[in-house]
């Protein structure tokens, strides 16, 4: 896997996770600017592990010239249970995209860590893994995966840009670090 995130923002850990895990006003935006559409999620609700999850289901657009314009997609996500309200957050989510080529052979699995670091800041983490539901041909496993770095990569840098963005936003005029 690869780590596409590991920095500090001047965000409690409940903010950070308000803004990427709930229906906020940043993760609508967000999306927006992605050209992700059709948006419907459930509620977070405790399954029988004690874990809570939910799902969303979304339109994305995509930029990748080797495949179409649309895909449908399916984001389950879990947040487990060793998590600590303030303190500590961590998120599977597994992104399924329905329409493009090799669907049925692949999925993506993004770690979120958000870790308390002071009352005003927190640690953000993401590492994503390209997992295989069936083992595909070498060459074609390769062009997958590299396809998918490629976008990936381009979706958390502009993740990290917004977030920036919200964090001057949201600590202009107030001087505590
Ligand atoms: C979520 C991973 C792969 C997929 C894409 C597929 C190429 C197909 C390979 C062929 C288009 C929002 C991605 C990047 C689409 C976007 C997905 C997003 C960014 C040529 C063999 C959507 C996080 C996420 C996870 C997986 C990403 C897809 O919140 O390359």
């Given at each position: ?50 874990s ?9 657009t ?8 649309f ?91 917004e ?14 670090a």
């Amino acid at each position: 896997g690869r780590l596409y995130m590991n920095r500090v923002f001047r965000f409690s850990a409940d903010k950070m996770f308000e803004l990427l895990f709930t229906d906020s006003y940043f993760s609508r935006r967000f999306m927006n600017a992605r050209k992700i559409t059709g948006a419907t999620s459930t509620s977070w609700q405790r399954d029988a592990s004690g874990s809570m999850k939910r799902s969303l289901n979304y339109t994305i657009t995509i930029t990748n010239p080797l495949v179409g314009k649309f895909s449908t997609a399916t984001e389950n996500q879990t947040l487990y249970k060793e998590s600590r309200e303030g303190h500590y957050y961590l998120v599977d989510s597994e992104v399924y995209t329905h329409d493009v080529p090799y669907h049925d052979y692949f999925y993506t699995l993004n770690r979120y860590c958000i870790i308390r670091n002071s009352k005003h800041k927190c640690r953000l983490r993401i590492y994503t893994d390209v997992k295989y539901k069936k083992q595909p041909w070498g060459f074609v496993k390769s062009f997958i995966t590299k396809n998918s770095w490629s976008g990936l990569e381009d979706y958390f840098r502009h993740l990290e840009a917004e977030l920036l963005e919200e964090e001057a936003e949201l600590t202009q005029g107030s001087s505590d670090a």
